[in-house]
Each structure stands twice: as C-alpha cells, then as structure tokens.
T-cell receptor, first 110, second 114 residues
C-alpha cells in the first residue's frame, strides 16, 4: 500500500464547477496534511495545510480532513482555467518525514 | 521561484563523474531542503537543514552528499551516480524548519546520468 495515494487523473472539470481532489494516507498517526500545486514545468507551491478534522477554507479553496477515514481532500470552487495544474497531497509521518502522493493532474475546460 | 536560485539548470554527467548542485536563497530563511522529482514517482524529500544542521535524511544513498555551509547556501555533491538518479532536483527554503511554513522552491536542476 502506498503511503500517500492520489488518483493520478487526468481529472477534467468544466469552468465554474467544483473540482474535488482526494488523497488517502496509510499512517494513522499522521497529524499534518498539505496541498501543493505544481504547474507544468514549474516548481511546487504550497496552497493549504490542515491539522484538524473538518473543513478549512481559504478563498476558493477548501481542505477537508477526516482522520478516522484517513483521507484529506481539496475542493476548488468556481474553477478557472488557471487552476489547471497537478495537485500534490503531502503528509507528515512520524516526527518529521514529509511524504508526497503521486499528484492528480487537473484540467479546467473553458 | 524568485528568491531561490539553483545552478546549473541542466546537468549531464557520466556515472564516474563528480559534480555538485548549488542552491542559494536570498530570503533570510533558516531552513533549506533538497527534493528529488522523477517522472512517474512522487516528489521525494531527501534532506532538511535547519539553522545549518541536518535534521532529516530520508534514507538517501551515500552517493548523494549534502553540505550547508550557512543558512543561505546548500549544496548537493554527486558521485558515482546511477542512470536511475536522473531526475529534477529541487531546492527549497522556508523561514522555519517545520513544513507548515511556506516553502519557496527554486527552479530545479534537471540531471541526466548517462
């Protein structure tokens, strides 16, 4: 079982719709969760992190965490073509080991 | 990508060569990181330096040797590499050494091992 698992996609969403990206993790003791965005040919950039169960909202982005089910998701409301990128889920395991998922490639269709 | 520079941007080397990758940050950060990004594989954290002290080594082979002479500079010394080490090597920095702080990534060095 992969430590952090994401559907590699591509995920196609029409412009203006909600894009939903999911991530599951294997280490039940994980406490910190991150979402990065990586445009093609560019470096990753942190867009959100979440520690507590529930939702965390930042503009059009909402991160959702469910520790009991060991999944974390990212919702993007009012999707824009500029949101087209690969989204990386990352989880801190143990003391300080940051583990990334494979990434989900998202395409927003105008 | 601004504020963190990496040189060279592209590197081709043979398996017997010795080379070094350089990273420099102009952001006044205290933590620096090396990552490896291979095609079809997740991004891998290799090394973490916090206030010049190495705090993380994720089971990286000894043919990769990091060096952090000060908080602004980070090197990755390479020797006797294998073709499977071909990848994009990313450097990042952050104000603090915990991952909740925004990491600023450099543009990366595209390494090809022949």
């Amino acid at each position: 079982q992969k430590e952090v698992e994401q559907n590699s996609g591509p995920l196609s969403v029409p412009e203006g719709a909600i894009a939903s990206l999911n991530c599951t993790y294997s280490d039940r003791g994980s406490q910190s969760f991150f979402w990065y965005r990586q445009y093609s040919g560019k470096s990753p950039e942190l867009i959100m992190f979440i520690y507590s169960n529930g939702d965390k909202e930042d503009g059009r982005f909402t991160a959702q965490l469910n520790k009991a089910s060991q999944y974390v998701s990212l919702l993007i409301r009012d999707s824009q073509p500029s949101d087209s990128a690969t989204y990386l889920c990352a989880v801190i395991q143990g003391a300080q080991k940051l583990v990334f998922g494979q990434g989900t490639r998202l395409t927003i269709n105008p | 990508e601004t504020g963190v520079t990496q040189t060279p941007r592209h590197l081709v080397m043979g398996m017997t060569n010795k080379k070094s990758l350089k990273c420099e940050q102009h952001l006044g950060h205290n933590a620096m990181y090396w990552y490896k990004q291979s095609a079809k594989k997740p991004l891998e954290l290799m090394f973490v330096y916090n206030f010049k002290e190495q705090t993380e080594n994720n089971s990286v082979p000894s043919r990769f040797s990091p060096e952090c002479p000060n908080s602004s500079h980070l090197f990755l010394h390479l020797h006797t590499l294998q073709p499977e080490d071909s990848a994009l090597y990313l450097c990042a920095s952050s104000l603090r050494g915990d991952f909740t702080d925004t990491q600023y990534f450099g543009p990366g060095t595209r390494l090809t091992v022949l």
